[in-house]
């Protein structure tokens, strides 16, 4: 069956931020602002201060790999410290590497991973805007080589970079993925926690399979042996939404990227399981809030 993971990123179309590093002493701090990506930091060396909007700061130490999702941040040596702007540090075309103060008490690599669709809320809004990895887990050591690797390729300027760079962004994702969810409490709403209850994830896993079939909530219940009711309870409190209302969203971000790689409205309706056109249209509009001939 489609892993509902690589589906989703195939199409968002990950790209790389490049990979950046901070060598700092003394005190300093540098504030960053939100945007639509997944931002990476791993603590080489040191120890520093996150601080994040309404939360109490945090304390980095060595080893420490965190995630962050579209939301502004300040790393500083203590929170108190009124910050400059990272932004405009970092903006000279390949300035990768800030060295602040009496280097280097404090050694930081970072780097991230954007998206070229503009449904990237599908994802982002799946994964918390701030997780600390266990640093002892295999994640944390995959994410801070990935995050060397794509450092190099960004101090480099090799043949081939911005391929390489694209997937070393995909492996941030998969392994941010995958420690979050197996670290995330049961509790937790999403359709990636949701992929850890067997019968939800089978039901999202036909779904992708086969998005164009004309799903009914009795069809998809038949098809994991559970009534209606249940489904329809169980995968609400898991993922955040109904099973249709679920599959609806799906479908039209699959629909806007084909509306923008040209395809025609008829066609697109088709394939993501509308055999009326203005069903369709009406599903689109409610969803995106515009119609499909805007796209």
Request: proline share 4%; charged share 20%.
């Amino acid at each position: 069956m489609n892993d509902p993971l690589s589906d989703v990123l195939t199409v968002l179309e990950p790209r790389s931020v490049r990979g950046t590093s901070l060598e700092a002493g003394g005190s300093w701090a540098l504030s960053f602002d939100g945007r639509q990506r997944l931002k990476f930091v791993a603590v080489l060396t040191g120890r520093c201060w996150l601080v994040l909007p309404d939360r109490d700061p945090e304390a980095l130490v060595e080893g420490d790999v965190i995630l962050l999702s579209n939301i502004s941040y300040t790393v500083a040596s203590h929170p108190d410290i009124e910050p400059s702007d990272g932004m405009a540090l970092y903006a000279p075309p390949g300035h990768n590497t800030v060295r602040l103060g009496d280097c280097c008490d404090t050694m930081l690599i970072g780097g991230g991973s954007g998206f070229a669709s503009v449904n990237a809320s599908f994802l982002l809004d799946a994964l918390p805007a701030f997780l600390r990895i266990d640093p002892g887990s295999t994640g944390a050591r995959s994410i801070a080589r990935t995050l060397s690797a794509l450092k190099e390729e960004a101090d480099t300027d090799q043949i081939g970079g911005d391929l390489v760079a694209g997937k070393l962004a995909e492996i941030l994702i998969v392994e941010a993925v995958r420690s979050y969810s197996s670290s995330a409490p049961v509790a937790n709403v999403g359709w990636i926690t949701a992929l850890g209850d067997a019968r939800v994830a089978k039901a999202i896993r036909l779904m992708h399979e086969d998005v164009a079939r004309r799903w009914t909530i009795d069809a998809l219940a038949r098809e994991i042996g559970m009534s209606r009711s249940a489904l329809t309870l169980r995968f609400s409190q898991r993922v955040g939404r109904a099973p249709m209302d679920y599959l609806t969203r799906w479908r039209m971000v699959l629909a806007q990227r084909h509306l923008a790689n040209g395809s025609s409205v008829s066609d697109v309706a088709l394939a993501v399981g509308y055999s009326s056109q203005s069903a369709f249209a009406h599903a689109f509009k409610r969803v995106t809030g515009h119609t499909p001939r805007g796209v």
